[in-house]
């Protein structure tokens, strides 16, 4: 399994139907903060994004630790 799935398995452990894009691999608690988060949408239906982790139960410690164990 490559360390991009492992991401987005361990998110989906810790909570289900998160929305999240990335666009390299996530190895280090830096790459972790490049993660865009969907926090909803604009009026016509786009993705409105951010950078800053609005999931407390999404720590880089919880997924990293769930990523191990894949």
Avoid: C, Q, R
């Avoid at 926090?39 to 769930?66: C, D, F, M, R």
């Amino acid at each position: 399994m490559t360390n991009h799935n492992k991401f987005y398995k361990a998110l989906f452990i810790l909570k289900p139907n998160v929305e999240a894009t990335v666009s390299e691999d996530i190895n280090t608690e830096e790459d972790f903060n490049k993660v865009l988060w969907k926090t909803g949408e604009n009026e016509t239906g786009e993705a409105i994004t951010t950078t800053t982790n609005p999931y407390a139960e999404l720590s880089w410690s919880a997924v990293k630790t769930e990523m191990d164990k894949l």
